[in-house]
Each structure stands twice: as structure tokens, then as C-alpha cells.
């Protein structure tokens, strides 16, 4: 198969340390394989995904982390609807400055001798930590400092030596099930009421509850949702604002800025213009 090199001095523009680019997947068949110049975080957003290597495929699905050094050639394809991923582009002198400051990092995540992507799966209460910080990092200068800052606390979790979970803290089995049902827009149109209604419980304990497990309310949850929903339309269609405002569950388009913009950063004009271009699968 064709392999393409991606250089991060296309990407890295005016000095930026980093990039996020967020990516809706077709399910075409990929053409080529890519690497890059430059160490990659990737972890798919919504629905399933093929990571396609030289010998094999692997389905990833929602929350898993990938961990792609600048060897290592992949390409990405949608399986069913709705497949978004996220992706990290980060300059090499970034993951090389900390590979030489923490000799603990050596032969994990990036600094692994693995032939293909080291992959990490990720929880719901650490995949929406993990989708903050993102938040954060997309709003933040593009600076290595704001990008060890998003980078450092997340490899410490991975690479420390962690006590298996008592019973207590694992997330009961009717909010799992809730909140990947919460993913169909059939339900996060319904709002915080529709989630609740999921679960059969009273609002006030699924709210407790809520808060304890994924650290949001069932709102806060919610709207990340349907953010997300707005996101993968502006950056993956060129359907009008109001018709995906509505398809949110949010028919008032002054409430869906004000939303769009508090979840990431900017207004929803201005990001769909900013990932015009898709970076993580080139042609």
C-alpha cells in the first residue's frame, strides 16, 4: 500500500508546539498508510473506527488512546455512522524533552519499542477528564508550556503503578448503560430530563450520582454531548446552523452559541472554518 509522510512543519505553524484536530471518518477504504515527522495523541471521540497497519486491522472504539510515534504508518476508517476521532499533532522536540526528563516514561506510551500504536483505554469518568483538558488545550496558546501542562498529569496516571478500584468506585452499571444511550441524538435532543428518564431514577440521586462518576451534572453531561454532535456536523457537513442547532435538541441559536462557544472556544462559525482541512487522514 502507498504510504504518505505527514511533516509537522505543515502543521505547526508560526511556532506552535501543538495542534488539535478533530476528524469525522467515511468508510471508504483507505488508500494509503501515513506516518509522520512528529509524535502523535489520538483517541477516538464517537462511534467505532479501523486503525488499518501493514499487517492487520484493529477496531478501536470510543475512549481508546493511541500513543503513535513518528515510525509507526496507519491510516484510520469510519465503521458505521457517526466515527470522529481526535488528534494531537506534537512538535518532537516536545516528547523528546520529556522522555530526557523522566527516564521513569522510559519503554512506555511514546517511548515504547512497539511496532504499531501503544493503546490505552480510557473509562467514562477518565475519557471526559480526558476531554476537558482537551478543551483547555484547544482554547490555550499554542505553546510547549500549555501542552506539557495538558501532557504531564495525563502520562503520570498511565505510568504509575495503580491500585485496582474497590467495588465502590466503579461506575454503577444503570449510568454506563444511560450514558451510552445518551450518545443517540434521538436522546440528547430530549435534554437532562431525557437522561434521567434512562436511568427509572429520581433526578436528584442520578445527579448525585452523575457528579460522583463522570464529575458533571446530567446537564453538563448532556451538552457536552450535544457540542460534540455540533462539532462533528460543522467540521464533517455543510449543513446550515439552524437545522444542526435544532438537530441538537437546542432550537434557540442564541443559547447554541452561547453553548458552542463556552464548550470550545469559539464560535461555531469560526470552527467549522477552522477544520475545513482534515489533518488526521489525508488524501
Same mark, same amino acid.
Given at each position: 500500500?502507498?504510504q504518505i509522510?505527514?511533516?509537522? &512543519? /505543515? *502543521?505547526? +505553524?508560526?511556532g506552535a508546539?501543538?495542534?488539535? @484536530?478533530?476528524?469525522n471518518?467515511?468508510?471508504a #477504504?483507505p488508500?494509503?498508510?501515513?506516518?509522520?515527522?512528529?509524535?502523535?495523541l489520538l483517541?477516538?471521540?464517537?462511534?467505532?473506527?479501523?486503525?488499518v497497519?501493514?499487517d492487520?486491522?484493529?477496531?478501536?472504539t470510543?475512549g481508546?488512546?493511541?500513543?503513535v510515534?513518528?515510525?509507526?504508518a496507519?491510516?484510520?476508517?469510519?465503521?458505521?455512522?457517526?466515527a470522529?476521532?481526535v488528534?494531537?499533532?506534537?512538535?518532537?522536540?516536545?516528547?523528546?524533552?520529556?522522555?530526557?526528563?523522566?527516564p521513569e516514561?522510559?519503554g512506555?506510551?511514546?517511548?515504547?519499542?512497539?511496532s504499531?500504536?501503544?493503546?490505552?483505554? &480510557? /473509562? *467514562?469518568r +477518565?475519557?471526559?477528564?480526558l476531554?476537558r483538558? @482537551?478543551?483547555?488545550?484547544?482554547?490555550?496558546? #499554542?505553546?510547549?508550556?500549555e501542552?506539557?501542562?495538558?501532557?504531564?498529569?495525563?502520562?503520570?496516571e498511565?505510568?504509575?503503578?495503580v491500585?485496582p478500584?474497590?467495588p465502590?468506585?466503579t461506575?454503577?452499571?444503570?449510568?454506563?448503560?444511560?450514558?451510552?444511550?445518551?450518545?443517540?441524538p434521538?436522546?440528547?435532543?430530549?435534554?437532562?430530563?431525557?437522561?434521567?428518564?434512562l436511568?427509572?431514577?429520581?433526578?436528584p440521586h442520578?445527579?448525585r450520582?452523575?457528579?460522583?462518576?463522570?464529575?458533571q451534572?446530567?446537564?453538563?453531561?448532556?451538552?457536552?454531548?450535544?457540542?460534540?454532535?455540533a462539532a462533528?456536523?460543522?467540521?464533517?457537513?455543510?449543513?446550515?446552523?439552524?437545522e444542526?442547532?435544532a438537530?441538537?435538541?437546542?432550537?434557540?441559536?442564541?443559547?447554541f452559541?452561547?453553548?458552542?462557544?463556552?464548550?470550545h472556544?469559539?464560535?461555531?462559525?469560526q470552527?467549522?472554518k477552522r477544520?475545513?482541512?482534515?489533518?488526521?487522514?489525508p488524501?
Open positions: 500500500m502507498l509522510t505527514l511533516c509537522h &512543519r /505543515d *502543521i505547526l +505553524k508560526d508546539a501543538y495542534h488539535v @484536530a478533530r476528524a471518518l467515511t468508510n #477504504r488508500k494509503a498508510l501515513h506516518d509522520h515527522d512528529f509524535p502523535e483517541w477516538v471521540q464517537n462511534g467505532k473506527v479501523r486503525q497497519l501493514a492487520k486491522k484493529i477496531t478501536l470510543e481508546d488512546l493511541l500513543f510515534r513518528p515510525d509507526h496507519h491510516a484510520l476508517q469510519g465503521v458505521g455512522e457517526e470522529m476521532v488528534s494531537v499533532t506534537l512538535h518532537p522536540d516536545i516528547v523528546a524533552g520529556l522522555g530526557l526528563r523522566h516514561l522510559s512506555q506510551l511514546f517511548w515504547s519499542e512497539a504499531e500504536p501503544v493503546i490505552v483505554k &480510557r /473509562d *467514562i +477518565k475519557f471526559a477528564e476531554n483538558a @482537551a478543551l483547555r488545550l484547544e482554547r490555550a496558546p #499554542r505553546t510547549a508550556l501542552a506539557e501542562a495538558f501532557l504531564l498529569p495525563l502520562l503520570a498511565l505510568t504509575q503503578d491500585l478500584q474497590a465502590s468506585e461506575p454503577p452499571a444503570w449510568l454506563a448503560e444511560a450514558c451510552l444511550a445518551a450518545q443517540d434521538a436522546v440528547f435532543r430530549q435534554g437532562a430530563a431525557g437522561f434521567v428518564r436511568t427509572g431514577r429520581a433526578h442520578v445527579s450520582t452523575a457528579r460522583r462518576y463522570l464529575g451534572s446530567p446537564s453538563e453531561f448532556i451538552n457536552a454531548l450535544r457540542m460534540d454532535f462533528r456536523r460543522l467540521s464533517g457537513t455543510e449543513d446550515p446552523l439552524p444542526i442547532a438537530d441538537c435538541g437546542i432550537p434557540n441559536l442564541s443559547h452559541h452561547k453553548l458552542f462557544r463556552a464548550h472556544g469559539e464560535t461555531p462559525h470552527f467549522r477544520f475545513q482541512r482534515n489533518l488526521v487522514q488524501a
